[in-house]
């Protein structure tokens, strides 16, 4: 009889390496088991699954926690299905890098749903950027209380859940079934809960949060106490679904939330926010609402005048979005991805690819202290206004900054494709601009102004 062992699926109880589990899906009442090892011969024996109730309820969940593992290692193992009474072929599953490490790499991306051919897709492509772990950020499914939405996710993304740990938050389409999102992942606890919670890795602390409770004071002291105590990380990195900052069809969602939670991002010095519930790929300029609540700032970074990255990726499958102009806005497009960042030390970077594995974009944040001998390479951002917006027939441009020489004036749409370029000079700290589009179609578009390294923009709505 051929095993009907489904839904692999790696979690951990705490960081990559201490209290990592997988978990397996099975028809069988009988009791699953586990061999594994560090080599091809699983020397570590064999091992009982715990059995618990699954999804579909007439199924079971066999899980089976590693505790601590060896770094930078290889798991070999083999499930056992008790009621076909045989093994599965040998897979295997590779271990993050040492805890302490300051070089490490993790995945972002939410919001798969329905679209499930795009999901395999990206699921394929992700699978493919080796990582240390995944957060996702929400809306798994379309609706988590019907069991076949599970199955069809776990079917369509197998090769990537199957080889990668992923640490989740809920969205609300998750919220729908929320006991089936509960029992579906093994996750961190916080108060006997998984909906919200932290764990540290390397030089970072990643925060989970609850956005479908964001009234919860409890979460929100929580929350506090956890930045608190982590302070002397470099990186305070925080998911959760519902963005602050969008300009999808979302937007204004969380802006009761500005003066708790984002007041304690910009109070704690948050370095990076991670959303999904917009289907788009969106990234903001440096925001700190202590500093202003009206415009950006000129610097990503957690020092008291520097502003929060929030970066929307919810582009998994999910049908996507279009948006109107905001100030708050660097980089949009409408088009299906995931993220890879990649810390190192006090630089982490970010490149965004599309489902096919086109890039997007890249950047990054640097924050080497000038005080250690290294050059600070972080990028500065310049005001750019661009008017009337929304615009009927064209648009007039102010850019202030102090550099002096030549420019690219970029026009992109709503897919990233570059539809215009112009190139002038620029003699004083202000240049001024105006160009027509006529001939252009309506929507929202991306206005740039390049010198050399630095790229500022603005988005702009043609109707």
């Known amino acids: 009889m051929q095993s009907a062992i489904s839904d692999i699926r790696w979690g951990s109880g705490g960081n990559p ?23 091809a011969t699983m020397e570590k024996r064999t091992f009982a699954g715990v059995k618990r109730i699954g999804v579909p309820t007439t199924d079971y969940f066999f899980k089976y926690v590693f505790g601590t593992v060896i770094p930078n290692s290889t798991i070999y193992y083999k499930l056992f299905d008790s009621k076909a009474k045989t093994w599965t072929t040998r897979m295997v599953y590779s271990t993050a890098d040492v805890n302490n490490t300051t070089k490490f790499s993790f995945l972002g991306m939410g919001d798969s749903r329905t679209g499930l051919s795009i999901w395999n897709q990206v699921a394929t492509l992700a699978n493919s950027k080796r990582a240390d ?36 938050c809920m969205g609300n389409h998750d919220a729908s079934g929320e006991v089936n999102f509960k029992n579906s992942f093994d996750l961190p606890q916080t108060n006997g809960s998984s909906l919200y919670y932290s764990f540290t890795y390397g030089n970072a602390i990643f925060i989970a949060l609850n956005s479908e409770d964001p009234t919860n004071s409890t979460q929100t002291a929580w929350l506090k106490n956890t930045l608190q105590a982590n302070q002397n990380k470099t990186w305070k990195i925080i998911f959760f679904h519902r963005p602050f900052y969008t300009i999808g069809n979302h937007t204004g969602e969380m802006d009761s939330y500005f003066n708790t939670w984002w ?84 630089v982490l970077c970010d490149t965004t690819f599309d489902n096919n594995g086109a890039i997007i974009e890249t950047f990054c944040i640097d924050k080497t202290p000038l005080s250690t001998g290294g050059i600070n390479n972080n990028q500065l951002f310049y005001d750019l206004t661009v008017f009337p917006n929304p615009t009927k027939n064209g648009f007039k441009l102010k850019y202030t900054s102090p550099l002096r020489g030549e420019a690219f004036i970029k026009i992109y749409d709503i897919k990233g494709k570059e539809v215009a370029s112009e190139k002038v000079v620029k003699t004083a700290d202000l240049l001024e601009f105006e160009y027509n589009l006529f001939n252009y179609a309506k929507g929202v578009y991306s206005v740039q102004v390049i010198m050399g390294t630095q790229k500022d923009d603005a988005l702009l709505v043609l109707n």
């Open 17 to 39: 390496l201490t209290g990592l589990t997988i978990t397996w899906r099975n028809t069988t009442t009988a009791n699953d088991s586990i061999k594994w090892g560090y080599t």
């Open 133 to 168: 772990f995944t957060i996702f950020t929400g809306d798994i499914v379309a609706d988590a209380s019907i069991s076949s939405d599970w199955s069809n996710w776990f079917i369509n993304g197998k090769t990537y859940i199957q080889n990668n740990l992923i640490y989740h």
């Open 263 to 346: 007041k304690t991002f910009d109070d704690y010095g948050v370095d990076l926010i991670v959303n999904g519930h917009d289907h788009m790929y969106e990234r903001s300029k440096p925001i700190n609402r202590n500093v202003s609540t009206t415009a950006p700032v000129s610097k990503y970074g957690s020092n008291s005048w520097e502003g929060r990255c929030q970066i929307v990726c919810g582009g998994a499958g999910a049908p996507l979005y279009t948006g109107s102009a905001t100030v708050f806005i660097q980089k949009y497009v409408s088009t299906y991805n995931f993220c890879k960042f990649n810390i190192d030390g006090y």
